[in-house]
Nanobody, 126 residues
Framework: QVQLVESGGGLVQAGGSLKLSCVASGRTFSSYGMGWFRQAPGKERDFVAF????????YYADSVKGRFTISRDNAKNTVYLQMNSLKPEDTAVYYC???????????????????WGQGTQVTVSS
């Protein structure tokens, strides 16, 4: 298991940008594929983006494709989510999650991930 701590959330106007960070500790970060999910009030936790352990494979939900970019720095044990052109419907608590996998397969399901952060609130005003 790894321990994950997100940061970088906040309040932003529609059209603005935010960059979320997630720092991992406890195990070898480079052994884990990393995902970002989000959960709006009263809704299920939804997949946002995934990056493989090496960074060579990425995958995005259709709703964020072209606006969000996931990246990682294994030397800093950190995964990022750059969010541009934010919309009010992006408002949610954003969670990072870790999946142990050295093959590099894309993972998008909540149940695929064994470790989760506490979440960071992103609010986009119209």
């Amino acid at each position: 298991q790894v321990q994950l701590v997100e940061s970088g959330g906040g309040l932003v106007q529609a059209g603005g940008s935010l960059k979320l960070s997630c720092v991992a500790s406890g195990r070898t970060f480079s052994s884990y594929g990393m995902g970002w999910f989000r959960q709006a009030p009263g809704k299920e936790r939804d997949f946002v983006a995934f990056i493989s352990w090496s960074g060579s494979n990425t995958y995005y939900a259709d709703s964020v494709k072209g606006r969000f970019t996931i990246s990682r720095d294994n030397a800093k044990n950190t995964v990022y989510l750059q969010m541009n052109s934010l919309k009010p419907e992006d408002t949610a608590v954003y969670y990072c999650a870790a999946h142990y996998d050295l093959v590099g397969r894309i993972r998008v399901g909540v149940d695929d991930f064994g470790s989760w952060g506490q979440g960071t609130q992103v609010t986009v005003s119209s």
